[in-house]
């Protein structure tokens, strides 16, 4: 960006150029985080319910963990129509902006959602409910392959350099305000509606919550201005017209760039999935832990990821992305067998430092990563190499991470799992001892 003389310290008077208003600036971090929060509320309500309710409605069968599986697997085929979406997307918004992509794939979301608390069950209409979940998990994934990268993007071209992992790690942050929001939910309708009616009704209330949420971002994300770094590029690409090229194919001529993003995203991934979607299905089928009580614990534990996020990505802009990662990735390497060691004890209070403390530098080694992942590429081709990297990694990593460590488990024991997990953080440190150190770098001059 250009020169940036404003500097403040709080979020009354966010840090961007003379030439944007700070209205504008607020409006587009309000946008991108009613949009962040939506998304993972999607994705967490059904993580929460396809380890509780949507295999027996949804999944014909007598095996309660065949069931448990093909529901999870279910919430993966969302991640597979992910990179699709990133493709598409991408190349969209590098080509006519990233406004129109972010109220497009909000829309596309929320509308998805709130369909999937409308379906008929497998007992009401047989293999086509089957079906019908399928398709909207597909939507699901496709619309949120474009959402996330528009967010981030717009908050980061933004903001001035000094700052941009702190303002960055806001959008990223959605994760786990929307999934604190997505148990809430899920444990005011637990105690609200008796077992058997929350089974057969009371499930849906929690999907067809996305249609205000859904209504509230729409209009906040409406007035959004579109970003200044991605206007100074198209003016000057139109004063000095070049061969036009699509910008996926642009971002995969420089592979080594998205292999290092793809490679430090890996184990993060895995990470989020087993401390907030996989913990639930493994202390409620394996040990003896009421499903409220586990709700809860991902509910408060979300809350440690959300200030680990934000704390991290202002650490990021002192100490460089690097550092600000790493510290929390080896961290990570170790308390894995410590989780579940801990888990194992059947204590609640135990269960709640395991998920707390993971949640915690989990979000220190996400938060800093939305600004690095920004700072990686050109403005041409920005929005596609952050959704290949973004979205790529969550079908190599996200995806499986639930079934793959249910599958350990039923085979080869726990010890598996904490393998799983050393195996994939040991790639994302490799990744970041591999990469370029780019705080503060002008978005503007990435080459």
């Known amino acids: 960006m250009g020169s940036q003389t404003t500097q403040v310290s709080d979020l009354e008077e966010p840090p961007v150029s003379d030439a944007v208003p700070r209205s504008s600036f607020k409006r587009v971090l309000t946008g991108s985080m009613a949009g962040a929060v939506l998304e993972w509320y999607d994705f967490a309500i059904y993580g929460i319910l396809a380890a509780t309710v949507l295999g027996p409605l949804f999944f014909p069968g007598d095996s309660g963990v065949a069931k448990l599986l093909l529901a999870l697997a279910t919430q993966g085929l969302g991640f597979v129509a992910r990179p699709l979406g990133g493709i598409v997307f991408g190349h969209l918004g590098d080509k006519y902006g990233r406004k129109p992509m972010l109220v497009t794939t909000f829309i596309l979301l929320g509308t998805a959602t709130a369909a999937i608390g409308l379906l008929p069950t497998y007992e009401q209409v047989g293999i086509w409910a089957t079906v019908g979940l399928v398709v909207l998990r597909m939507i699901q994934g496709f619309a949120l392959g474009g959402e996330f990268g528009a967010a981030v993007l717009l908050v980061s071209e933004y903001g001035e350099p000094k700052r941009r992992g702190f303002w960055a790690s806001w959008p990223q942050a959605g994760a786990p305000m929307g999934t604190v929001l ?7 309708l637990v105690f609200a509606v008796p077992d058997e009616a929350f089974d057969q009704w009371g499930w849906r209330i929690a999907f067809l919550f996305a249609i205000p949420l859904l209504a509230i971002g729409f209009w906040v994300r409406r007035g959004v201005e579109e970003s200044p770094v991605f206007k100074a590029a198209q003016e000057q690409a139109a004063q000095a017209p070049q061969e036009e090229r699509s910008s996926i194919v642009e971002a995969l001529s420089r592979p080594s760039v998205v292999l290092i993003g793809l490679g430090m995203r890996i184990g993060e991934n895995i990470a989020f999935y087993i401390y907030t979607i996989f913990v639930i299905a493994y202390a409620t089928t394996y040990f003896d832990f009421a499903r409220g009580d586990v709700i809860m614990a991902v509910t408060f534990a979300s809350v440690f990821q959300f200030v680990g996020m934000i704390g991290g990505g202002a650490w990021s802009d002192r100490v460089g992305r690097r550092i600000a990662m790493l510290v929390p990735a080896v961290v990570l390497m170790i308390w894995a067998p410590v989780f579940f060691w801990l888990v194992q004890l059947e204590s609640l209070p135990m269960l709640w430092l395991g998920v707390c403390v993971g949640a915690l530098f989990h ?6 990563e939305a600004a690095w992942i920004t700072e990686l590429f050109p403005t041409r081709y920005r929005y596609a190499g952050s959704s290949l990297v ?34 994939t953080m040991s790639i994302t440190v490799i990744a970041l001892l591999a990469s370029r150190e780019t705080k503060g770098v002008d978005l503007d001059k990435v080459e």
Do not use: D, R
């Open 390 to 423: 973004f979205q790529g990694s969550s079908i190599l990593a996200g995806a499986p991470a639930p079934f793959i460590a249910i599958w350990l488990i039923e085979n080869h024991g726990v010890g598996m799992v904490v393998g799983y997990l050393v195996i």
């Open 182 to 188: 997505a148990t809430v939910v899920v444990s005011i």
């Open 363 to 368: 979000g220190m080694l996400a938060g800093p």
